[in-house]
């Protein structure tokens, strides 16, 4: 069974950096689309960063240039560095693993999901 656990979540105040981290069992995440996803109270999860298997990140436009997300394949482990943190970054992560099932005629996508950890930005 696929498990991805994440860990870092917690209370700080705005601009006060905070790293979360996300460690997946009983797969290698190696050959893996890895990211962020983040969700407000009765919302819809959105995306908030990428990273391809090779190294490749995407971000969303609300923390372009705040946040990081990196990987570290040799420790089954991805991560996503939070910089200057807004009020308005407070909502719940989730960490994601994509696994795509190429055949002739199409694409599988199968999508694995942490918990979730609570960010809370507050003075």
């Known amino acids: 069974q696929v498990q991805l656990v994440e860990s870092g979540g917690g209370v700080v105040q705005p601009g006060e950096s905070l790293r979360l981290s996300c460690t997946a069992f009983?797969?290698?995440?190696?050959?893996?689309?890895m990211a962020w996803y983040r969700q407000y109270p009765e919302q819809k999860r959105e995306m908030v960063a990428t990273?391809?298997?090779?190294?490749?990140?995407n971000y969303a436009d609300s923390v372009s240039g705040r946040f990081i997300i990196s990987r570290d394949n040799a420790k089954n482990s991805v991560y996503l560095q939070l910089n200057s943190p807004k009020p308005e970054d407070t909502a719940v992560y989730y960490c994601?693993?994509?696994?795509?099932?190429?055949?002739?005629?199409?694409?599988?996508?199968?999508?694995?999901w942490g918990r979730g950890t609570q960010v809370t930005v507050s003075e």
């Open positions: 009983q797969i290698e995440i190696g050959n893996h689309e």
């Open positions: 994601n693993l994509k696994w795509e099932i190429p055949t002739p005629r199409q694409t599988y996508v199968n999508s694995y």
């Open positions: 990273i391809t298997p090779g190294g490749a990140t």
